[in-house]
């Protein structure tokens, strides 16, 4: 299995970016994972997202499945829904399906009496919180039906455990909605 990464700010920065297009376009990969669709911070803003669907249409057209990463919110700030309908449109227009990182983020939240999801800037993520953005791309890819063995190290079971059980429901969800919830 090959796997590359490539961070960039936002898909409309590397969108043209021949080094991403190229990889991207290789037919190398069975899935690609696409994050960092232009989102307006105040929510009362529209972006383009023809960098995000280019490379989308890309992929497809290479035969990989592409998954739309939807990133948790940030702390304190109501925008799961705005996020989502980001991402719903880019995957109506590429054929593409959602991992909805976000409403598994926020089920653990409602469920974890002090939850360390955020680092200090309310934005970026702690391990505990990478940990249930990991999960739900693993039931995504693996399917709801098998269960990760490996626990990180250091990281409470329970809480590990109540991740891993909110990222399925939230894929056992997304699967009976057609991945475009």
């Not at 109501?78 to 983020?105: F, K, L």
Request: proline share 4%; aromatic share 8%; charged share 25%.
């Amino acid at each position: 299995m090959q796997c590359k990464t490539i961070f960039a700010p936002h898909l409309e920065d590397v969108a043209n970016n021949s080094e991403v297009v190229g990889e991207v376009g290789s037919g190398r990969y069975n899935v690609v994972v696409l994050q960092g669709a232009m989102v307006s911070m105040s929510m009362s803003r529209t972006y383009s997202q023809a960098g995000g669907l280019k490379l989308a249409k890309l992929a497809r057209l290479k035969k990989a499945r592409v998954l739309l990463y939807v990133e948790w919110p940030r702390r304190g700030i109501d925008e799961t829904e705005y996020t989502m309908n980001v991402y719903r449109g880019i995957a109506r227009a590429a054929d593409c399906e959602i991992v909805p990182v976000c409403y598994a983020w926020n089920a653990v939240l409602g469920k974890s009496p002090s939850p360390n999801l955020w680092q200090a800037d309310g934005n970026r993520a702690t391990p505990d919180g990478s940990f249930v953005a990991a999960a739900c791309v693993y039931f995504h890819i693996a399917g709801v039906d098998r269960v990760p063995s490996w626990r990180p190290g250091g990281m409470d079971r329970r809480f590990c455990d109540l991740a891993l059980g909110e990222a399925r429901r939230v894929e056992r969800k997304t699967l009976a909605s057609g991945s475009r919830l």
